[in-house]
């Protein structure tokens, strides 16, 4: 592992712990924890969460893909965002996938992947609405999480990403959260970012960056006509915030459906993934616009 990964892990785990520091579940939330959905490593759970109010009934689903730098996270640094969103009707499926460097890419594709197929699979036993599936992803989750649904509609590019979604299934809807979609080899220059990434891109990948590799990081290039809708969002203070445009200039160039939002605010900064400070309305706001997003499309 390299010096990135390590430093990224504890500053990540450190900011966390502050953010969520006296959180507890809301009481109109009924969860179930630490489901298995694969055997190959116990970091391989999930959690469901589901309204209290709509106990019997079959809901639509958004499926969580977590950030943190491809490196970091699990479900239990999610479970109070995702639980801000079952609280708008949805039941939420919050898991945690195999982290490189000890899991080298695609293996948290392949988990990503996994789940959906677990949703799927399982839409009886959990009330799960089939036909509305929805998804989140922030920073690197909304990376993974662009390249799965350009996948679910391109099986050459599900092919060369070592996956096989459902046949026919596309997600109903995306959210994709300051994120990046637009990946090529970084060069180490003295910047600290890009130096950065460069680090966790030696640490992801199996051969530490080829050409091949990078072709299959930048899911902005295969996108297609067939791409579900999307809610893009950044933020003033996000490091990634220029990543968003040329995914949605992209998205409407292709008549996909996009709605775009650019968050700011006069008493604060909003940083890279605000949305997940439950203490910020502004997080509550933008966790609306998106659960509203997704309503639309049910």
Not at 172 to 201: E, P, Q
Not at 231 to 238: I, L, P, R, S
Not at 248 to 259: N, R, S, T
Not at 281 to 292: G, K, P, R, W
């Amino acid at each position: 592992m390299s010096t990135t990964s390590d430093t990224v892990r504890r500053l990540f785990k450190e900011g966390d712990d502050i953010r969520d520091a006296g959180l507890t579940t809301p009481d109109d939330i009924v969860r179930i924890d630490n489901i298995h959905y694969a055997e190959e490593d116990p970091s391989q759970i999930l959690d469901v969460y589901r309204p209290r109010d709509a106990e019997g009934e079959r809901i639509p689903v958004i499926v969580s893909v977590h950030g943190g730098g491809w490196v970091y996270g699990d479900k239990d640094r999610y479970q109070w965002y995702c639980m801000s969103l079952a609280q708008h009707g949805f039941a939420v499926v919050n898991f945690t996938y195999r982290l490189a460097p000890e899991h080298k890419f695609p293996a948290g594709m392949q988990d990503t992947n996994t789940v959906f197929d677990w949703v799927l699979r399982h839409t009886n036993e959990f009330g799960f609405d089939r036909d509305h599936v929805f998804a989140v992803g922030d920073s690197a989750g909304a990376h993974m999480l662009a390249m799965y649904a350009a996948a679910c509609t391109d099986a050459a590019y599900a092919a060369e990403l070592d996956i096989c979604p459902s046949e026919g299934f596309v997600p109903a809807g995306v959210a994709l959260n300051c994120g990046t979609y637009r990946i090529s080899a970084a060069k180490k220059t003295g910047d600290a970012m890009l130096d950065m990434l460069a680090n966790l891109m030696e640490d992801l990948l199996p051969n530490g960056g080829t050409v091949e590799e990078f072709k299959l990081l930048s899911p902005i290039e295969r996108i297609n006509a067939d791409f579900p809708p999307a809610f893009v969002m950044t933020a003033e203070g996000d490091f990634l915030r220029t990543e968003a445009l040329p995914l949605v200039h992209k998205l409407d160039d292709l008549g996909i459906e996009v709605c775009y939002h650019y968050y700011k605010s006069p008493e604060r900064e909003l940083g890279h993934v605000f949305h997940c400070n439950m203490r910020l309305e502004e997080a509550s706001q933008c966790n609306a616009d998106e659960c509203a997003f997704f309503w639309a499309h049910v």
